[in-house]
């Protein structure tokens, strides 16, 4: 029982592909050209657990390396809100990957699009599952973007895709993990220069922890209103700035008596101050997997209903409706992967790259929120993965500059002019070098990796006459 116990989750992830593959083949009816669908059920199936896997991660990794969450009940927590994220905001109607990346009009045999959309998949799942087993967090946005231009590349050739929009995202994989960073850099130092290194932390602490929850309140809301709940009613990115103004303002004014309370009898000690930040934390964590699985479902499932939509209709130029069954297997694809193979990175995001505690990953959360409101707003494509992931490096090399400044501080004060040895300089150091280094190395070959695997699937498909 030992020796198969790694096996179990494995096992059941192949349970899953199986039941969404019958479900698939008995809701098509055996149809001609029935068999496209069934295989991308396959695919979307394999697709999700991978997102699960991976994914959800940066969600929830910041809460447990903070402590604020034990490892079950981030993923209690996560499974729930990523499931109604993608069952209640996630699938009205889904924008084909396909049509901002590659010309639908050069697309006009529906063999070749349905093809694409299968071997784009099926790459960007096994990339995405390669990156789980390394331990690197990658976006899942970026694997599928790769894998519909390596697919439209060898299907309709290169002057097909759309370059300018694949060199926006592929730019965004500097700036947006790098501006993630420096978000949750001024957040932590702000919180340190105004709490923590204050002569009266608790009395400061009243002050400040109410407007930085009524800051939570309202990105998360101009978030949620302009990233999922926008699929449901028609809002415009104006009008969710001004809900979460608003309700930022209101959940700051309830959250004085709140932490007034809840700071009464602490002791003024940088302990006392973790107390407050827990349960924000908490909850900035339910809301970013609810907005993950809102998003990131079409990621999953967005190919499979593009391929049913084909099987009934004409190549498609512009929106799919999501049937509730390619939904359902995205939400439960995405719980499945998590409760199975999420605890690895969800490990390696929360406590190995960098030491969390709840001021610093609140910090993170708040930083994701903010950093992707601020691309939204601009129009800028960016990933959740790498702002989240890159805010958890600039704390971490904050920290490490702060701790090295303080000593040299210390030492300049009492006139100790020797030098630190390398040995004791990289003993200090507070981020791992070795996941930065594999980290980054896997974001910079998504894309190029997720195109190759696409290119030899489409190829495959068509020695079988797919």
């Not at 789980?132 to 439209?152: F, L, N, Q, R, Y």
């Not at 190029?448 to 699937?457: D, E, R, S, V, Y």
Request: charged share 10%; proline share 4%.
């Amino acid at each position: 029982m030992y020796a198969a116990r790694p096996l179990v989750g494995v096992g059941i992830s192949l349970a899953f592909v199986t039941i969404a593959t019958l479900a698939a083949l008995i809701l098509t009816g055996g149809e001609p050209g029935s068999l496209a669908v069934v295989a991308a059920a396959a695919f979307g199936a394999y697709m999700a657990l991978n997102i699960g896997a991976n994914d959800v991660a940066n969600n929830m990794g910041p809460a447990v390396g903070a402590r604020a969450l034990p490892m079950l009940g981030a993923i209690a927590i996560a499974a729930v809100c990523e499931s109604a994220g993608a069952l209640l905001a996630g699938g009205n109607v889904v924008r084909t990957i396909a049509h901002d990346i590659v010309d639908p009009a050069t697309v006009t045999d529906k063999l070749v699009f349905v093809r694409g959309m299968l071997a784009a998949l099926l790459a960007a799942s096994v990339w995405i599952n390669i990156a789980t087993w390394i331990g690197a967090p990658v976006s899942t946005t970026h694997a599928v973007v790769g894998g519909v231009v390596g697919a439209g590349v060898v299907s309709v050739g290169a002057a097909a895709v759309n370059w300018s929009t694949v060199g926006l995202i592929a730019t965004s994989w500097t700036f947006s993990p790098l501006l993630g960073a420096l978000v949750a850099v001024a957040m932590l130092a702000f919180i340190e220069w105004r709490i923590v290194q204050v002569e009266d932390k608790i009395a400061a602490a009243r002050r400040w922890v109410p407007l930085l929850i009524g800051l939570m309140a309202g990105a998360f809301t101009t978030y949620l209103t302009d990233r999922a709940l926008s699929h449901l009613v028609d809002i415009t990115f104006g009008q969710s700035l001004l809900a979460g103004v608003a309700v930022g303002c209101v959940t700051s004014a309830i959250a004085v008596p709140f932490v007034r309370k809840q700071s009464a009898g602490l002791e003024n000690r940088n302990r006392s101050l973790k107390t407050l930040f827990r349960l924000p934390l908490v909850a900035s964590a339910g809301l970013l997997s609810f907005a993950h699985g809102a998003n990131d479902v079409a990621n999953a499932v967005g190919p499979l209903a593009a391929v049913v939509y084909i099987h009934s209709h004409a190549p498609t130029t512009g929106d799919v409706a999501m049937p509730p069954w390619v939904l359902l297997i995205g939400a439960l694809g995405i719980s499945f992967g998590l409760v199975l193979f999420g605890p690895k990175l969800i490990g390696m995001v929360g406590s190995q790259i960098t030491k969390l505690n709840p001021m610093r990953a609140y910090c993170v959360a708040l930083s994701t929120a903010v950093t992707v409101i601020a691309a939204s707003g601009a129009g800028l494509p960016v990933s959740s993965t790498h702002i989240a992931v890159g805010s958890v490096f600039g704390v971490g090399f904050f920290r490490e500059w702060y701790q090295n400044h303080r000593s040299s501080k210390q030492q300049s004060a009492r006139k100790d002019t020797r030098t630190m040895a390398p040995q004791e300089r990289t003993r200090r150091r507070l981020v791992r070098r070795s996941h930065f280094l594999t980290i980054v190395a896997a974001w910079v070959i998504t894309v190029p990796a997720a195109a190759l695997l696409a290119a030899i699937n489409v190829w495959l498909l068509q020695q079988v006459a797919f």
